[in-house]
């Protein structure tokens, strides 16, 4: 009974911890992941001059980005300095504008302009890592290894081609644990 009744908790673990894993389609698309936004948040840029949504909307205001991983995935982070497999992180990216109710100098993000996804799937992918770009629909390809995403991130991300350079709750994780690209 006792035994019984572990094992069922158990189960109830591990399928919570699962339910983050990044989800395909079978003709191979993925999957937004419906809940990132309760994820971890690991920071925001902004007028970062990189990747296909640009710096700037159509009227010249620079855009915002934020990035999240699942709390797994953080977690795993926190203890090792690195990722783990099923590893997802999301880079929701935001227009921009001033003058909104009573905010005068500063900026304030508005309406979703993309959505970009970085997960780690040893088995699946060549590499361990993939790219997948999300234009306001809940299924999107994989973009292909030839892009630029993937020799950026490989050239200049700190850790296991992420950019742990710009998140500062893990940078100091990664020192500590000598994780960092030499
Ligand atoms: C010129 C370098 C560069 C290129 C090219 C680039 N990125 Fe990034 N990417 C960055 C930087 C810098 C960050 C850090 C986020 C921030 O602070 O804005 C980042 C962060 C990300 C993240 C958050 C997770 C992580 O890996 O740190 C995702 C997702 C992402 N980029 C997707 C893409 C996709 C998709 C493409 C290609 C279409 C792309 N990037 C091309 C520099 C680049």
Same mark, same amino acid.
């Given at each position: 009974m006792i035994l019984k009744r572990i094992f069922l908790l158990m189960a109830a673990v591990s399928m919570l911890g699962a @339910? #983050?894993?990044?989800?395909?389609?079978?003709? !191979?698309? *993925?999957?937004?992941?419906?809940n990132y936004r309760e994820w971890v948040f690991l920071s925001s840029g902004l007028a970062m001059t990189y990747?296909?949504?640009? @710096?700037?909307?159509? @009227? !010249?205001?620079?855009?915002?980005?934020n990035v999240f991983v699942s709390p797994a995935a953080y977690k795993s982070f926190l203890k090792t300095g690195?990722?783990?497999?099923?590893t997802t992180m999301?880079?929701?990216?935001? #227009?921009?504008?001033?003058?909104?109710?009573?905010?005068? !100098?500063?900026?304030? @993000?508005?309406?979703?302009?993309?959505?970009e996804v970085h997960v780690k799937? *040893?088995?699946?992918?060549?590499g361990g890592w993939a790219f997948f770009g999300f234009d306001k629909s809940d299924k999107a390809k994989l973009i292909?290894?030839?892009?630029?995403?993937?020799?950026?991130?490989a050239e200049h991300g700190a850790v296991d081609t992420t950019f742990v350079q710009f998140y500062p709750t893990l940078i100091d994780i990664a020192k500590q644990k000598?994780?960092?690209k030499p």
């Open positions: @339910q #983050d894993d990044p989800q395909y389609t079978n003709d !191979g698309m *993925m999957r937004l992941p419906a990747g296909p949504a640009g @710096q700037t909307n159509a @009227q !010249g205001n620079p855009r915002f980005d690195t990722w783990p497999d099923k999301v880079l929701e990216i935001r #227009d921009s504008d001033s003058h909104v109710s009573i905010n005068t !100098g500063g900026r304030v @993000q508005t309406s979703l302009a993309a959505i799937d *040893m088995a699946r992918f060549k292909p290894a030839s892009a630029n995403c993937y020799s950026c991130h000598g994780t960092l």
